[in-house]
Structures are given as C-alpha cells and as structure tokens.
C-alpha cells in the first residue's frame, strides 16, 4: 500500500507521525517503509489503509497495484533533511530489501513487535563545528552476538553538491580540507545531548584503509589513568570524494554500555574566526557592565558586612600578561576576566570548556566580552589592577607600585653638642664636611675639622650587633694578616664620605 502512494499521500502519512514531509519522493517512501518495518501501531496501521482506500475507492474495478521494489540502495544518496537520511544495505530475506540501522540486520517483518516512537539520541553543539548536513543521524551499535569484539558497517554516498563543498573548501592545514565528513559516538542516553565519548577498543576503518583515532593524554599524577580526548573523527580523506559508495566499518569492544553513531558534513572553523563571531554578537554593553557593577555592591540588609569596592586584575589568569580582549561567561559570578584570544585557542587544541577564574563550565555560547573593562584598558595603561565601586566608578591602583619605585631613605646625623648644650649641625653648603654633599673638605666622618670643630659622625642604623662583631672579627683577621704577609692595598668604602643611607 505505501509503495503505491503519491507524494501527497506520503506527506499526509509522514506528517501524521510527526515526522519530516520534505525531500523527494523515494527519500519519502524510505521514511514510510522504515516506520511500517519498525513502528507499525494500530494507528499508523489504520491511517495507511484510510489513505489507501481514499485513493483507490473510485477504482475498485481495477486490480490492486502491486508494490514495487525499492529502488536500489547503491543508488540513493544521503539527503540535505537530518530526519531522512538512513543508509540502507541489501539484506537477505524473503525477495524483499530491509533498511539497515548501522549493523541492525532484520530478517523478517512479522517478528518486529509493534513499539511506539523513541526519543533519539540528540549530541552536544561544537563551537569549532558547523554542521551543514546530516548524513546519518545517532544510531545504535548493536552487538551481532556474544563475542567481545563487534563490527558494525555502513554505506552511504555523498551527493554531487557535497562533494563540490568538499573539493572547493579552503584547507586549513596541508591535506585537511574546511569542509568534511565526521564520524562522532555517544552513550546512547536521550535524557540530554551527550558529549562525544568513544566505546574500548575502537578502530574505524574507511574502504580499505584504517582512520586514525585520538590517542590517550598522558597522565602526571599517580594512581590516575590517562584519558582520551574523544573528538569528531575526520573521515574526509579516505573517502571517495564522488557519486561511488563510501563503506565505513567501526569496531568495538561490547562490555555492557551502549553507543551510538552519527555521521555529519561539517565545516570547521579556527579559534580567529569564533574570536571575530564573538566581538560581533558577543559585546556586553559598558552600561550594562556597570549595572552589574552596582549589583554586586549593593548593600545587602541581610549582611553585617558591607562591601565598599571589589579589586579586579588587568592581567589574564591564563598567560600572565595584559588582557587585550577581556572575556567572561554570563553564568560565573566574578567580575574578573580572562582574556579571550588566549581562552579560544586553548579550547582549539584541547577542549575543556572551563573559566580558568573560577574553575566552573564557561561554554563558548556563554561567552561575552565586557565592554566596561575594555573601556578601561585603553583609559588605564599604567596600572595593572583597579577597583570598581559601589557607584559603578572605578580607579586605578598605583600607590604601592609607586611607593616601591621611588622609596625615601631617612639620614640620620649625630653630632657633638657645642658649649650651649646644643648639637652641631654640618654645613651643607660645601666647604667643611657636608651631610649631603661630596667629599671634598676635612669634615668626614674619619673626624674632620670645620671651623675648629670636628665634624658629625654619620651611623648606619641598619647595621646591627652581629653586623659590627663580624667586622670588627673581620678587621682583626686582617691586620694579623697584614703582619704576615705585608701591608694589603686599602678597600674603597661603598659610600660617600660623610654621608651612609639609613636603608
């Protein structure tokens, strides 16, 4: 009955279930068969007979049509609908061809139960991926029999203007083409969108030849077992890049879990062109920074505690230099930045996703750009840290920089008391021994005389007793060495004369 539908009919049928009515007509009729093979109710059985004698009911003196066969499966190509395309593999059975579920083998119709529709295994959205068709939507890998090591083949075909993207894509490294066929595996778990995640034991092999599969990361810590980045696996290069069939095999270890495979057309993209996506779609405006500057100080009556500031760095966590482009995700609770430039190419080798601030989940559709702190790294070039306030306003913090640039070393003079009681105090204007000026004159502090006087004795503080013990240990030694072995040649003193820093 199906076989003999129009593609209205077909439509109808489709759009009953909930599924998708577009694509051609041989694309419909896979989509119909699959749901009479696989899912036949009582009531999409009793839609298709509605359908059927709709159709035929002014005909019933012509004889019933017969169904044909479906056209050959080598033939058909893999669809631009997601929900349409299944690879279908001749199977042997009763002088009709079963589709396939990626290993799934069917060898007869009356068996299948009738079931209701599944929810599908859904995967994560990569940001360093944009998938432009769907060329086997998630599939579970079904063990063939008991034994630990289990294979599971596909064929497909891509079609013409698939293969023109493929050829005409820029490449991003010698041999690796923008455009390309990815395989990538889950759990197969529809509570939520999984993450890539590759069963034991895992070999894909494309035609004739083996796909190379990530590596595992070696550990450092002890104890720890090293793990495996599991990423889309480009399968573009061994492919045949024409209207012949592609047949993928993937072997894997069946100990329990269950996985599932899809296979996409992709178009990958560098850590530059999220960066420019991300300065177009992704500035926060200054004004809003601020509001939520002023959120975060308000004053909470519930706290005993009022927070008058809050200190944020100029410096990214990541690399230790300057931020140039100062990026946070939306769901973290801290005004600290990271920089973005650094952030993205980070996730571009090895993707983690995390805020290197708070060590928390900062997905790249999380990420913003604060336009208030890139505000202030083109105001502020001279300090590497500020401080907004409960107003919203902010100000730079220099004080202890500048403090340990230019320090003040207090001189301290002690001098002899004349006949009033009162202490002497050395010219400063040259002449006898100045405090402050050269060494010139008579007034050092090896005791000159200025004006009949002697000159101030200038005492480093910062020495202590240990200090003065070992050097006058130091200068005893020295003059018994000077006995033996002759006068020595006299050390320059570090400092000028008449004048010794206190620090």
Sequence with gaps: MVMSFRVSD????????????????????????????????????????????????????EPV????????????????????????????????DYPVLYGKYLNGLGRLPAKTLKPEVRLVKL????????????????????EKLQESPCIFALTPRQVELIRNSRELQPGVKAVQVVLRICYSDTSSPQEDQYPPNIAVKVNHSYCSVPGYYPSNKPGVEPKRPCRPINLTH??????????????????????????????????????????????????????????????????????????????????????????????????????????????????TWMCPVCDKPAPYDQLIIDGLLSKILSECEDADEIEYLVDGSWCPIRAEKERSCSPQCPILVLGTSDANGLPTTPNVNGGGGSALGGAGG???????????KPGADVVDLTLDSSSSSEEDEDEDEEDEDEDEDGPRPKRRCPFQKGLVSAC
């Design 65 to 96: 049509p017969q169904p044909h066969r479906p056209l050959d499966p080598l033939t058909m190509h893999s669809t631009y609908d997601r929900a349409s395309s299944v690879p279908r593999t001749p199977l042997t059975g009763p002088n009709i």
């Design 127 to 146: 940001p360093f991926f944009n998938m432009l068709d769907e060329l086997l939507k998630p599939t579970e890998l079904v063990p063939q029999n008991n």
């Design 10 to 61: 077909l439509q109808m049928l489709l759009g009953f279930v909930g599924r998708s009515k577009s694509g051609l007509k041989h694309e419909l009729v896979t989509r119909a068969l699959q749901l009479v093979q696989f899912d036949c109710s009582p009531e999409l059985f009793k839609k298709i007979k509605e359908l059927y004698e709709t159709r035929y009911a002014k005909k019933s003196s």
């Design 442 to 452: 008579g007034g050092s502090a090896a005791g000159g005389v200025e004006n009949g």
């Design 238 to 351: 061994l492919m045949y890049l024409s209207s012949a069939t592609n047949r993928i095999t993937v072997t894997w270890g069946n100990y329990g879990k269950s996985y599932s495979v899809a296979l996409y057309l992709v178009r990958q993209l560098t850590s530059s062109e999220l960066l420019q996506r991300l300065k177009t779609i992704g500035v926060k405006h200054p004004e809003l920074c601020k509001a939520l500057v002023k959120e975060k100080l308000r004053l909470d009556p519930d706290s005993e505690i009022a927070t008058t500031g809050v200190r944020v760095s100029l410096i990214c966590p990541l690399v230790k230099m300057r931020l140039s482009v100062p990026c946070r995700a939306e769901t973290c609770a801290h005004l600290q930045c990271f920089d973005a430039v650094f952030y993205l190419q980070m996730n571009e080798k090895k993707p």
